[in-house]
Nanobody
Framework: QVQLVESGGGLVQAGGSLRLSCTASGITFSISAMAWYRQAPGKQRELVSTITAGASTKSADSVKGRFTISRDNAKNTVYLQMNSLKPEDTAVYYC????????????????WGKGTLVTVSS
């Protein structure tokens, strides 16, 4: 059974930082691409960042230069370091895992965490 457990969300002031973590079990983490998505109130879920099994990364334009995705295969954990947070970053952040080493198209992988709430106050 695949489980993705996110942590690290919370309330932060604009300009602050948070680091989200997602620990995976039930998958061969080292060969799985991983991603972070987010869903703001009243909006659709959107892709934030992806990282391949080989640690190549991509991020949405809205977070480039502020957010960094990384992975630690020894800990089966993917991270999202979020700096210079803005009120518009307020959302539930979800971890996603793919069965493949990369995301070949815009579709997410089949595995989701339950999410962690990030609230950025102005």
């Amino acid at each position: 059974q695949v489980q993705l457990v996110e942590s690290g969300g919370g309330l932060v002031q604009a300009g602050g930082s948070l680091r989200l973590s997602c620990t995976a079990s039930g998958i061969t983490f080292s060969i799985s691409a991983m991603a972070w998505y987010r869903q703001a109130p009243g909006k659709q879920r959107e892709l934030v960042s992806t990282i391949t099994a080989g640690a190549s990364t991509k991020s949405a334009d809205s977070v480039k230069g502020r957010f960094t995705i990384s992975r630690d295969n020894a800990k089966n954990t993917v991270y999202l370091q979020m700096n210079s947070l803005k009120p518009e970053d307020t959302a539930v952040y979800y971890c996603n895992a793919n069965k493949l080493p990369s995301y070949s198209d815009s579709r997410p992988g089949p595995y989701w965490g339950k999410g962690t709430l990030v609230t950025v106050s102005s």
